[in-house]
């Protein structure tokens, strides 16, 4: 057998091999998905809520979403980024503590906004409102193309936040909506630690005055409070 013939041979099973593998890319690619997806807690991916359709012992796949934002938060580890996708509108109605280093809550379709609204009580007893905690020091906190709906707490709550984090941290808003009912009494952030608030492209009521900033009046000069490390509001 000559040498030509021998390369011949060899280029055609190089051939036949890549269009073998050409054709099971998808498959071997949405295997992988899976199976990422399939260990609690991998650090860095995306997660995807559905409040209609999702269930939270789901791996919380585009396919196989989660239910709620806590079922979301049970997949995370310590540090790491997270991208939580909402598919659909979301109720909550509980404190959900979030271990992850950044956390992102987005809709999973660009440009078109998802609710995310902040129920009356937890249950009329517990004397905090429902709130997004964020536990690491240092930590991220985004929003975009979410619509934020405060609420009017039941008379026992004395703890009415949206946003608990602790150490310091950068929270980011990026078109995003507050909707404030009448008499919504929820502050976004509990002023602890140090901030950073950066709202841009982002709508709100002018009920929004002293209910930026847990215990901080309306129209205080941000450049005042030592909490907060920069900020692109005005005033509070």
């Known amino acids: 057998m000559s040498l030509e013939t021998d390369l011949s041979n060899a280029v055609s099973a190089l051939n036949d091999t890549a269009e073998a593998y ?24 995306n997660i995807y809520i559905n409040a209609v359709t999702g269930d939270d ?61 902040f129920a009356n009580q937890v249950d009329g007893v517990s004397t905090k409102s429902p709130a997004l905690a964020l536990l690491t020091h240092g930590g991220a906190l985004y929003f975009e193309y979410i619509a934020l709906h405060s609420n009017v707490m039941a008379g026992h709550v004395t703890e009415r936040i949206m946003i608990n984090a602790t150490g310091i941290t950068d929270i980011r808003m990026w078109h995003c909506d507050f909707v404030l ?21 982002t709508t709100y009521p002018a009920e929004m005055a002293g209910l930026w ?24």
């Open 22 to 45: 050409n054709g099971k890319i998808g498959d071997i690619n949405a295997r992988v998905d899976a199976a990422v997806a399939s260990v609690p807690g991998v650090m860095g991916r």
């Open 57 to 117: 012992a789901n791996p919380g796949t585009m396919a196989s979403p989660v239910q709620s934002i806590s079922g979301a938060a049970g997949l995370m580890a310590s540090g790491g980024f997270y991208e939580i996708n909402l598919q659909t509108d979301v109720v909550l109605d509980e404190r959900v503590a979030f271990r992850a280093s950044g956390v992102a809550i987005v809709s999973d379709v660009f440009g078109e906004t998802r609710n995310l609204y």
């Open 181 to 201: 009912p009448a008499g919504a009494d929820l502050a976004f952030l509990r002023k602890n630690h140090g901030f950073t608030l950066t709202v841009v492209s």
């Open 213 to 236: 900033m847990q215990n901080v009046a309306a129209g205080t000069d941000p450049a005042s409070v030592p909490e907060i490390h920069h900020t692109t509001l005005g005033s509070l």
